[in-house]
Nanobody, 125 residues
């Protein structure tokens, strides 16, 4: 089973960009579909983006389409979330998650087996 560690969060002004990274341990990273979720204070955790095992399929929440890009590098055991045109409503803790048994992508929280500890993203207006 992989272990996940997110990084790259921080404080950014609206309109700016951030790239989140998720480092995965283990030799089987390429067998996992990956996803990014976020949780704002007082709200449920929500789907942001997902990518298939080989990176050919991606899926985005409507709020992320056109602004965020998910990618992965299986050689480095890394998954990324490039976030552009940030808005104050993007403020949340962002979590990386791994789904071992999925060939495509999923936006359901319960499909993901392993979660990172999260990284805080704060966007000021």
């Amino acid at each position: 089973q992989v272990q996940l560690v997110e990084s790259g969060g921080g404080l950014m002004q609206a309109g700016g960009s951030l790239r989140l990274s998720c480092a995965a341990s283990g030799r089987t990273f390429s067998t996992y579909a990956m996803g990014w979720f976020r949780q704002a204070p007082g709200k449920d955790r929500e789907f942001v983006a997902a990518i298939s095992r080989n990176g050919t399929n991606t899926n985005y929440a409507n709020s992320a389409k056109g602004r965020f890009t998910i990618s992965r590098d299986n050689g480095k055991n890394m998954v990324y979330l490039q976030m552009n045109s940030l808005k104050p409503e993007d403020t949340a803790v962002y979590y990386c998650a791994a789904d071992r048994y999925r060939r495509g992508t999923s936006y359901y929280i319960w499909d993901y087996d392993t979660w990172g500890q999260g990284t805080q993203v704060t966007v000021s207006s």
